[in-house]
């Protein structure tokens, strides 16, 4: 379980007899040392996205619940005019510091969210089948393939939904993005509703 969500004890878990756990397994991990920020601007202005293009090496998504990536970067679409772009935390600062230098007077907005959001990363054959015990999104294949990102409910919590990637072998691995405030309360969930398939925790260096 990551770091600071350990000092919080989960509640008590229903016991799960053994010889009904289904044999496709699921990983469950925290997204530690990603930073993110959230980016606003108008798709329509050419000087705007040849900026943040320029400094990001990735051409912003503008199709709806969609998403682009470059190496370690990724922006994900969440409105006509907002972005999250994710990175590697020790990049935050130079990329918030290049994108606000080359957009100058352009009309924008950006905003530092990493300790405001928390990353999951939940993985396996049976990811979508925990994800459907609480998530209204149609998450089959051909409604939400690789790529697609959206924003939703998950056991009554506001999530950003990504489906980084779909290997027909390893199944699909999700990243979730979450409220701080909501992070112990999912991750209890998630971890209580990935028991019948053999959750498996795992830690990210």
């Known amino acids: 379980m ?5 000092a919080r004890s989960l509640p008590p878990r229903a016991a799960i007899d053994p010889a009904r756990v289904r044999p496709r397994g699921i990983r469950l991990a925290e997204r530690t040392g990603l930073g993110k ?3 606003r601007g108008d798709p329509a202005d050419r000087a705007f ?4 293009g320029r400094c990001l090496d990735l051409l912003l998504p503008t199709e709806p ?12 679409w969440l409105g006509p005019d907002q972005w999250l772009v994710t990175c590697p935390a020790s990049d935050t600062v130079f990329f918030i510091s290049t994108l606000r230098e080359a957009l100058g007077e352009a009309h924008h907005a950006l905003s530092e969210v990493t300790d405001g959001r928390v990353a999951f990363g939940l993985a396996g054959p049976s990811a979508r089948d925990v994800l459907a015990k609480g998530c209204p999104l149609d998450l089959h294949p051909r409604a939400f393939p690789a790529g697609c990102c959206a924003q939703s409910l998950l056991a009554k919590a506001s999530v950003l939904i990504h489906l980084v990637e779909d290997d027909p072998q390893a199944g699909p691995s ?3 993005y979450v409220g701080r ?14 028991l019948e398939y053999g959750v498996q925790i795992e830690r990210e260096e």
């Open 49 to 52: 996205m040849a900026a943040v």
């Open 37 to 39: 920020i959230d980016l």
């Open 65 to 76: 619940c969609s998403s682009a990536s470059q190496g370690q970067v990724t922006a994900l």
């Open 174 to 176: 999700f990243d979730l």
């Open 2 to 6: 990551p770091d600071h969500l350990a």
């Open 181 to 194: 405030s909501f992070s112990h309360y999912l991750w209890a969930w998630l971890e209580d509703a990935g």
